[in-house]
């Protein structure tokens, strides 16, 4: 272990052991953790080669003979609940198996999507095979010409009377669904996104299971065609598809009903609230931001902290001592802010998701009074999460330097994979205007003085119209913080109603002036969401049982979160005199002070979040900090090493050598 590592440890002021069962949710869970991740990763079946060696198409095969031998033979074995995303164990197992994988939009997409959709007669034919992994499906909704404007699929499906079956077409080359996961070569079912029709008149998208492989031979079925779109930029290890299907005949118990039926007249009835259809995507959006962007994200500023603690580079004195890069403020800058948004967010994703369970179950009672909240904030929490986990991970390869560069760091393989997540499952700008829709429907609830949803009843308080902060301490407080955050973001709501309101009395049709207002609309969006976050995570804090170090501590990241943002991004702070820049200077000043009374605790924060070192996969960030023996070492096994001498050298190189 490295002599600086262990300096770095002495350091810490709390126990780690503490903050990792309190991140785990109490010490059973960090047991049972911690024995799923022993599992997983003792057995011979699970290895992973190292992923920077291998091919595409290695990769997806690893992943598939993985995640095959995983669902059906390891989970089942030590009686895991696969079932439901939102259980500790589920949380757990995507953090053990590391990265994307093989079957994660069938058991995470495509498995949920059957009881999302289907009648329970339905959810106890389908549900049981998948699970079993005796179907494979995919979720086929994107297509070629269109993502997110889904009124405007062009995959039908129309009911033949005669035969009591739909019929299934991709009618031209933009209608072929295109980005499917686990559909280019694995799935032999697709949940296929279509127009309905039926009797000539078209219902709009719905759910229809589509066999879409031979389950014996494993072949494309008549009609169909499908096939891999090709390399992407990272998630290798999955086969991300396109589907043609030319009138592909299936039954009428196909079509997933739980909200619309067709009767065998084809009489369409709708049965439940149509915007149940897009309400599915809440449940993707919410695990993705913890299983994929925060666990990125706290990967990458594990790696960061700990590497910046053992790398020396120049000194505070004339010719003195060389000190870690870590000792350098604008290190502590690019590291600490971001330990401290992978807390914030970690506690406010915990929020949701406890919000997100209560729904589901008013849903199933029939209440849906909750849905235009649940949505915005999984729709805003998603987008938020995604853009600065990104812009993080990447300000957090550059705090590595040059080692940042290799794949040996782990960081661009976070980097690239994280990446995705601000396009799929709702491209972040549409995203952030659908909270911005539902804001200015708030806006006009708050205006005819209806009532307004508890995140963002703040809109509807009266608020100062000055920060009264006089001193650096004074930014340190919570409520003043988040008064700043509320202010911001009620008066950018406030300026962008008015100029809508404005622009629809000069009589521009409403679509005309929500797309010339959009810019300000998406800033309404982060600034809401921003805020939901500044308070949601400090009052998780504050209700924690824990002891009053981790307290402290805590308190301290969540004020670092907050402050970063304002120093960051002051111009609407500043914009109608909340602040001045005399309170600015202010803020700058105890965002110094806090950075630097929190990096002695820098190892011991990221230390908390647990990651083994097979999980990180980081030359640069392994818990003993010997960064340097590891990059020679992965030197040393690249495969351009094999021999000495390249065959293509001999090839190529050396008729040249001689010729001087
Ligand atoms: C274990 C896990 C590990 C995972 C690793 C896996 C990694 C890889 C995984 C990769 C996985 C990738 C997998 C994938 O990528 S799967 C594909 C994901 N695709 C999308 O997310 C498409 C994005 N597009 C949309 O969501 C819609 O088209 C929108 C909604 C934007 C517009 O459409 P439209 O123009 O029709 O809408 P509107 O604006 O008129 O609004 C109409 C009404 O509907 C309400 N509304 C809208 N949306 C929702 C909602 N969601 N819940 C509840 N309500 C909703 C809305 O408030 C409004 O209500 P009201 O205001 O009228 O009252
Ligand atoms: C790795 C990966 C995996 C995926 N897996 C799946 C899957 O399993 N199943 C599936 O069905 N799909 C999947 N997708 C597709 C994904 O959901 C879509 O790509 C995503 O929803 C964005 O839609 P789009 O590609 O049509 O982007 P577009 O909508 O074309 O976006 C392009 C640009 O247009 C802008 N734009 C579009 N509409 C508006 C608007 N109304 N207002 C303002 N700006 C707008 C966007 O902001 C963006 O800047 C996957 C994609 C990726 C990258």
Redesign the pocket.
């Given at each position: 272990e490295s002599q600086l590592i262990i300096k770095e440890r002495q350091q810490t002021t709390f126990q780690v052991e503490e903050l990792i069962n309190l991140l785990d949710g109490g010490k059973e869970k960090t047991a049972l953790r911690r024995s799923i991740e022993q599992t997983i990763l003792s057995d011979p079946l699970m290895k992973t080669d190292k992923i920077g060696y291998l091919t595409r198409e290695q990769k997806y095969v690893q992943s598939v003979r993985r995640m095959m031998y995983f669902f059906t033979d390891l989970a089942k074995r030590n009686k895991w609940n696969i079932e439901d995303p939102h259980c500790p164990e589920m949380l757990f197992l995507s953090r053990s198996l590391s990265s994307v994988v093989a079957f994660m939009?069938h058991m995470g997409?495509f498995v949920p999507s059957i009881s999302s959709f289907g009648t329970l007669e339905q959810v106890s034919k389908w549900q049981p095979l998948a699970k079993e992994c005796l179907i494979i499906g995919?979720?086929?909704?994107?297509e070629l010409g269109?993502?997110?404007?889904l009124r405007r699929l062009e995959t039908t499906s129309t009911f033949d009377r005669n035969t009591q079956e739909f019929i299934v077409n991709t009618p031209n080359l933009s209608s072929m669904?295109w980005?499917?996961?686990?559909?280019g070569k694995s799935a032999n079912h697709a949940m296929v996104m279509a127009q309905l029709i039926t009797n000539g008149e078209n219902h709009g998208m719905q759910a229809f299971i589509v066999p879409i492989r031979d389950m014996t031979t494993h072949k494309p079925l008549p009609g169909v065609e499908v096939g891999n779109i090709g390399s992407?930029m990272s998630?290798e290890d999955t086969d991300?598809g396109y589907l043609r299907l030319n009138n592909v005949r299936i039954p009428k118990e196909n079509m997933l009903a739980k909200y619309a039926n067709v009767d065998r007249s084809g009489r369409f009835q709708q049965t439940g609230n149509n915007r149940l259809m897009y309400a599915s995507m809440m449940n993707l959006r919410i695990v993705l931001t913890r299983e994929q962007m925060i666990h990125a994200l706290q990967k990458a500023c594990t790696i960061a902290a700990r590497y910046s603690c053992v790398r020396k580079q120049g000194s505070l004195t004339p010719n003195g001592p060389e000190i870690p890069i870590m000792d350098y403020v604008t290190q502590q800058n690019k590291v600490i802010p971001r330990i401290a948004l992978a807390y914030a967010l970690d506690f406010t994703i915990m929020e949701v998701r406890h919000r997100y369970v209560q729904f589901l179950a008013d849903v199933t009672r029939g209440d849906l009074s909750n849905m235009a909240e649940m949505h915005a904030i999984s729709s805003g929490i998603k987008a938020n999460a995604s853009e600065r986990t990104v812009a993080g991970v990447e300000t957090l390869r550059r705090a590595c330097g040059g080692h940042g560069y290799s794949m040996a760091s782990g960081l661009p393989y976070l980097l690239l994979s994280v990446t995705?997540s601000c396009?799929?499952?709702?491209?972040?700008?549409?995203l952030y205007?659908q909270v911005a829709r539902y804001l200015i429907k708030t806006a006009a609830n708050i205006s005819m003085g209806k009532s307004v949803d508890g995140s963002s009843a703040y809109l509807a308080e009266n608020t100062e119209a000055r920060c009264s902060a006089t001193s650096q301490e004074e930014f340190y407080d919570h409520s003043l913080l988040d008064a700043c955050f509320k202010h911001r973001s009620k008066q950018l709501l406030q300026s962008v109603a008015m100029d809508l309101q404005g622009l629809l009395a000069e009589g521009k049709q409403q679509m005309e002036a929500w797309n010339l207002l959009?810019i300000q609309l998406v800033n309404s969006a982060k600034a809401h969401i921003e805020r939901y976050i500044v308070a949601t995570s400090a009052s998780f804090v504050r209700k924690l049982n824990c002891s009053l170090k981790v307290k402290k501590l805590l308190n301290q990241l969540c004020s670092l979160v907050a402050l970063h943002q304002i120093t960051n991004f002051p111009g609407d702070f500043l914009k109608d005199g909340y602040l001045d820049s005399h309170q600015l200077d202010l803020a700058r000043k105890a965002e110094v002070k806090l950075l630097q009374s929190l990096r002695h605790n820098v190892v011991g924060l990221v230390d908390a979040f647990d990651f083994r070192d097979e999980i990180l996969g980081s030359c640069i960030g392994a818990y003993d900090g010997n960064a340097y023996e590891r990059l020679y070492d992965y030197a040393k096994n690249d495969v351009m090493n094999k021999n000495d001498v390249h065959e293509e050298s001999y090839q190529y190189l050396r008729p040249h050598l001689h010729r001087g």
């Open positions: 939009i997409a995919c979720y086929a909704q994107t269109h993502g997110t404007n669904k980005w499917p996961g686990d559909m992407i998630l991300n995705g396009t799929y499952e709702g491209e972040n700008t549409v205007l959009s």
